[in-house]
């Protein structure tokens, strides 16, 4: 497919009649805001943007890209690693975030209707009035069709699971301008094909959903937020396995290494003790039965060599805890200025875990980089963000080749090359490695909705 850098006047015409005035743009800044995500990955200058309101634009749109051979990239909050949501044949970019409005809130079915534009925060700020919340939790407050594209999840994937474990029913607008519904708003059904989970995790290579039913959960009573110290990482990694394998099930459980949690005191001045530890919390009907709790996660982290176990943090603490490891990246980023960041995103059996970490924090220390080594232990998600200079071909090809070797090595022990952040841009060449022959199935299905390969090209296949 040729990239299509501008429209025709009559394209320019006739997608102005879709939608009001100032909901389509062929303006520079605009093209140039959807160009790249928080990634250090760039695209091909879209044409125009769109900003559909309702399921019918979205159908028409998708009606008169099919028909003219238009490509199609969707976009959410912008906030994802792997240049998802960038635009590698230009063309059109549908910018979902004015399809933002919470439908239904259904407390007694614990569910909740909306559009894919609506935040994540603001999503969980409704809902909390009813004692409910949305628990996948990328740290970013991204759009929750991103989050559905991309199965997002986040800190608390151990506890409460991926945002494919929320995902009820979903109206989804196809490549041709077909409008489909998937799933139900029941519990549970065995009936036919989950095409509602191939669609979650899709990155708007299938089509667009427009409305999703989402399935809620009551905001805990209590929280009690841990942390633990240990000499080195590969004993914070061990005791992970071990917390998992008690039975105590932390609603998250984070491992951070020295050299993270030195960048986070410097900026947020949280004064935690800058050695291996993790950050824990754990969620609970009552104060007493999470101390039981905390004080068996004590002890069985001493077994594994803990040298620190700090429990009862105030709430004010704990939110500023969460932040600055929410903020994680953005803070390695501004102790770099100038520099671009990869981040690794791999996830291995947690059996596997303290070796993966052992192996990855070996590599930066052999290719003198600047990376940091961490991520959601819980369930076995590994991240390793490094920061260089993309100008500097030698250095960024090492770096490079560190993502490369991290992500051969978790799908050598039976992991995957992403965890969390999708296949975008930038694990694409990973697909048939992981996959082997079913990757070749999916290029299938592919083609067999979006024959032209309009939706978001240039994502998930080489």
């Known amino acids: 497919m040729m990239t299509m850098k501008e429209f025709s006047l009559f394209q320019i015409s006739s997608l102005s009649e879709m939608v009001e ?56 909050a912008g906030t994802s690693t792997e240049g998802n949501p960038v635009p590698t044949q230009g063309g059109l970019v549908m910018d979902m975030i004015r399809m933002n409005k919470i439908l239904a809130i259904r407390p007694r079915d614990l569910q909740a209707d909306v559009q894919p534009g609506v935040l994540r925060k603001e999503l969980n700020r409704q809902t909390g009035r009813h004692g409910l919340f949305f628990p996948p939790d990328p740290g970013a407050d991204a759009s929750i069709g991103g989050m559905i594209a ?9 506890k409460y699971g991926a945002t494919r474990d929320y995902v009820m029913k979903l109206t989804v607008v196809l490549p041709g301008g077909k409008v489909i519904h998937t799933g139900c708003k029941a519990h549970k059904s065995s009936s036919g094909y989950d095409l509602t989970r191939l669609f979650v995790g899709s990155e708007g290579t299938l089509g667009i959903a427009t409305e999703a039913t989402l399935k809620l959960t009551g905001i805990p009573s209590h929280h009690l937020a841990v942390t633990i110290t240990f000499k080195n990482l590969d004993s914070a990694s061990e005791a992970v396995a071990v917390l998992i394998g008690s039975g105590l099930e932390p609603a998250a459980l984070e491992l951070l290494p020295p050299v993270l949690i030195n960048l986070m005191n410097r900026e947020k001045n949280l004064n ?58 953005e803070t390695i980023h501004r102790a770099h200025p100038k520099m671009e960041t990869l981040i690794v995103d791999v996830a291995v059996p947690i059996s596997r875990y303290p070796e993966m970490i052992v192996y990855s924090q070996n590599l930066v220390d052999e290719f003198h980089v600047a990376g940091y ?85 240039g994502k998930i296949f080489l």
């Open 21 to 76: 005035p100032d909901r389509f743009s062929t303006g520079q800044s605009n093209r140039e805001l959807h160009l790249h995500d928080i990634s250090p990955h760039y695209g091909s200058l879209p044409a125009g943007i769109i900003w559909p309101v309702t399921t019918e634009e979205v159908a028409g749109i998708l009606s008169w890209t099919y028909q003219n051979d238009v490509p199609v990239t969707p976009w959410g």
């Open 272 to 329: 935690l003790s800058e050695e291996p530890s993790l950050f824990c919390e754990f969620h609970g009907v009552t104060r007493k039965a999470l101390q039981g709790t905390a004080d068996l996660a004590r002890e069985l982290c001493e077994e594994c060599g803990a040298t620190g176990f700090k429990s009862g943090i105030e709430e004010k603490d704990r939110r500023e805890l969460w932040r600055a490891r929410h903020e994680a990246w």
């Open 150 to 158: 991309n199965n997002a999840s986040g800190v608390q994937t151990i």
């Open 373 to 457: 080594v961490f991520g959601h232990a819980g369930d076995g998600n590994l991240h390793v963000v490094i920061a260089g200079d993309p100008d500097d071909k030698k250095e960024w090809a090492r770096i490079e080749n560190i993502n490369h070797l991290i992500v051969e090595k978790a799908v050598e022990i039976g992991g995957t090359c992403t965890g969390e952040h999708g296949i975008g841009i930038g694990k694409r060449k990973f697909m048939q490695l992981e996959h082997g022959d079913s990757y070749h199935l999916m290029r299938d299905i592919k083609d067999l909705i979006d024959p032209k390969g309009l939706m978001n090209p």
